[in-house]
């Protein structure tokens, strides 16, 4: 098992941006798949960006073009770079961490994904 701590939510206005970070703490063990979620009062935790095992990333359709995972191995942290962001984005977004190995399809499905952090709040509006 191992803990994630997210952090770098916020408010910000409409077309502004924010970085959010995902770091794992405690005992990793071998590579993780990493995903970031995100979910509003009432419906369902919803795939955003995720990078696997491969390297390979995968991003919702709602977020292509705006938002972008960077990997820092050096600091073993995730971030999601979130640009041009709408008061539609506005969630409670979640980092999370899988197996290896899970297929690129299935990469943005909360199921494939045993560890979760505690989440940071990001808030757009005007």
């Known amino acids: 098992e191992v803990n994630l701590v997210e952090s770098g939510g916020g408010s910000v206005q409409p077309g502004g941006s924010l970085r959010l970070s995902c770091t794992p703490s405690g005992t990793t063990g071998s590579t993780r798949t990493m995903a970031w979620f995100r979910q509003v009062p009432g419906k369902e935790r919803e795939g955003v960006a995720a990078?696997?095992?491969?390297?390979?990333?995968t991003y919702a359709d709602f977020v292509k073009g705006r938002f972008t995972l960077i990997a820092d191995n050096d600091k073993d942290t995730l971030y999601l770079q979130m640009n041009s962001l709408q008061p539609e984005d506005t969630a409670m977004y979640y980092c999370?961490?899988?197996?290896?190995?899970?297929?690129?399809?299935?990469?943005?499905?909360?199921?494939?994904?045993?560890?979760w952090g505690q989440g940071t709040q990001v808030t757009v509006s005007s």
């Open positions: 999370a961490a899988g197996r290896q190995g899970i297929p690129r399809w299935r990469l943005l499905m909360k199921v494939e994904y045993d560890d």
């Open positions: 990078v696997g095992t491969d390297d390979m990333t």
